[in-house]
T-cell receptor, first 114, second 115 residues
Framework: EPEVTQTPSHQVTQMGQEVILRCVPI?????FYWYRQILGQKVEFLVS????????KSEIFDDQFSVERPDGSNFTLKIRSTKLEDSAMYFC????????????FGPGTRLTVL | AQSVTQLGSHVSVSEGALVLLRCNYS??????LFWYVQYPNQGLQLLLK??????LVKGINGFEAEFKKSETSFHLTKPSAHMSDAAEYFC?????????????FGKGTHLIIQP
């Protein structure tokens, strides 16, 4: 069964450093998403991406975040200058369509900012 | 704005007993509702979803949920718990197509199965 994959599974970085989290969505899917879950808190929507541009973004997704689909298979989330509060589990998801279509989630990348 | 409330961060049931995980939502438009399960060190897996068809929705692993508009609820049930059901369960809502496509999640309920 097709699945969303994410790398790395765990990323440790120093505050102020740039990090790139990588995702490979399911191959025929068209919509891509990033979510994050701070330890002990709810899963929060960050951004959705369609047709090579951001479709929607939440208040959390400020100027330090960016997303890209560089090569038609990977979908990346970049954090330019990490802060301690960026420490969280980051989930990538993809779906074939909007609304009721199931979003398929990857296993997540745990980001630890020291 | 949408929101989801899951009552009980931890629920403990005996093996073979009824599982009931509660979810209440608020939405300004007819919602799409989802239950996801997360096993340790894994991603979120869809259990079931409500998309304005039948109000009683059956999902995988013997789970089902009933959409009750009057109560703004979408509680998840399973008649007989199994040890393998121990996991984190998330309720989520999406609007019907306009606005943000992202799901709004509840805080999750950790289901513990007692032998």
């Amino acid at each position: 069964e097709p699945e969303v994959t994410q790398t790395p599974s765990h990323q440790v970085t120093q505050m102020g450093q740039e990090v790139i989290l990588r995702c490979v969505p399911i191959s025929n899917h068209l919509y891509f998403y990033w979510y994050r879950q701070i330890l002990g808190q709810k899963v929060e929507f960050l951004v959705s991406f369609y047709n090579n541009e951001i479709s929607e973004k939440s208040e959390i997704f400020d100027d330090q975040f960016s997303v890209e689909r560089p090569d038609g298979s990977n979908f990346t989330l970049k954090i330019r200058s990490t802060k301690l509060e960026d420490s969280a589990m980051y989930f990538c998801a993809s779906t074939g369509g909007r609304g009721a279509d199931t979003q398929y989630f990857g296993p997540g990348t745990r980001l630890t900012v020291l | 704005a949408q929101s989801v409330t899951q009552l009980g961060s931890h629920v403990s049931v005996s093996e073979g007993a009824l599982v009931l995980l509660r979810c209440n939502y608020s939405s300004s438009v007819p919602p799409y509702l989802f239950w996801y399960v997360q096993y340790p060190n894994q991603g979120l897996q869809l259990l079931l979803k409500y998309t304005s068809a039948a109000t009683l929705v059956k999902g995988i692993n013997g789970f089902e949920a009933e959409f009750k508009k009057s109560e703004t609820s979408f509680h998840l049930t399973k008649p007989s718990a199994h040890m393998s059901d121990a996991a984190e369960y998330f309720c989520a809502v999406s609007d019907s197509g306009g606005g943000a496509d992202g799901l709004t999640f509840g805080k999750g309920t950790h289901l513990i199965i007692q032998p």
